[in-house]
Structure formats: C-alpha cells, structure tokens
C-alpha cells in the first residue's frame, strides 16, 4: 500500500508541473499576442487601438523621459501629443529579451523597441508589467527609456 501512495504522490508531482509549465507558456503566448498586436496598432497609427494592451485605470504607472505618469487617459493623451501623426510614430518593432512571472497572475517583460520613422528613428529599452485582471492581460506599468 505505501508504494502505490508513493507512485500516486509522484504522478501527481509530475502532472502538476506539466500543468504549471503549460500554464507559463499559455501566459507568454497571451502576452506576446498583445505586444503583436500593440506593434501592428502603432504601425497603423491608431494610438488608442495601441493602449488597449494598458489597463484602463487611474492605476496605471507610465514613467519615461524622467517623469511618471499615472492614469490611462494620461498615458494615451501624451501618446497622442508627442506622436501627431505617422511620421512621428512611424513603424515599430518589438525585441523582447524576456518574459518572467512574478506571480502566478503578474509577469514582467523586457525587451528593446525600435521606431522607424520620418523625422528620426528612435530606439530604447523598456520594462512592462502585465497583471492579470478579471481574466484578461492588462499592463499596468510601463518604463521605457
């Protein structure tokens, strides 16, 4: 009796970490998919198509150019002034060097973006904070230099 609780104890071991592993790689397929889709907003120019990755909340952490931001209106009015049109926001492109999770519901991604565009190509690096909220992801900070 104690060897087969000892072979069920390990099968569950074992199909508990296939489930986490599973869960991890399913969070990081969401998340790329709204980076993905991030980048084809911006290349198009719609802005606020773009923000719908951040959480719509006065909660929201944008801290770049030295100053912090917070709120969702904010952060897509600033959008909005220092990108006026496709020759500002140009074409975007994503590298992303790394998905972790923090928890079970939060990850954090860095990566590099790199902006072509008519008045001057812009590149950097940033570090966002995706959470998960009522089931979907949503970042809730974003520094990017």
Same mark, same amino acid.
């Given at each position: +009796?104690? /060897?087969? !609780? /000892?072979?069920?104890?390990?099968?569950?071991?074992i199909?508990? #970490?296939?489930s986490?592993? *599973?869960?991890?790689e399913?969070?990081?397929?969401e998340?790329?998919?709204i980076?993905?889709q991030?980048?084809? =907003? @911006?290349n198009n120019?719609?802005?606020?198509?773009?923000? %719908?990755?951040? @959480?719509?909340? =006065?909660?929201?952490?944008?801290?770049?150019g030295?100053?912090?931001? #917070?709120g @969702?209106e %904010?952060t897509? *009015?600033?959008?909005l002034?220092? $990108?006026? =049109?496709?020759s500002y926001?140009?074409?975007?492109?994503?590298?992303?060097?790394? /998905? %972790? !999770?923090i928890?079970?519901? #939060?990850?954090f991604? +860095?990566?590099? $973006?790199n902006?072509?565009?008519?008045?001057? *190509? !812009?590149?950097?690096t940033?570090?966002?904070?995706f959470?998960?909220i009522?089931?979907? @992801?949503?970042? /809730?900070? =974003? %520094?990017?230099?």
């Amino acid at each position: +009796m104690n /060897i087969k !609780a /000892i072979l069920l104890f390990i099968t569950i071991v074992i199909i508990s #970490s296939c489930s986490s592993k *599973n869960t991890i790689e399913q969070d990081q397929i969401e998340i790329m998919t709204i980076l993905n889709q991030q980048e084809i =907003d @911006w290349n198009n120019h719609d802005l606020k198509g773009f923000m %719908s990755g951040y @959480w719509k909340s =006065d909660s929201l952490y944008f801290y770049s150019g030295k100053k912090l931001k #917070s709120g @969702w209106e %904010s952060t897509l *009015n600033s959008y909005l002034k220092n $990108y006026p =049109d496709k020759s500002y926001s140009g074409t975007l492109k994503f590298t992303i060097e790394k /998905i %972790s !999770a923090i928890t079970t519901d #939060s990850y954090f991604v +860095m990566g590099e $973006y790199n902006l072509t565009r008519e008045v001057g *190509n !812009a590149t950097g690096t940033f570090m966002i904070i995706f959470k998960r909220i009522n089931g979907e @992801w949503k970042i /809730i900070a =974003d %520094s990017s230099c």
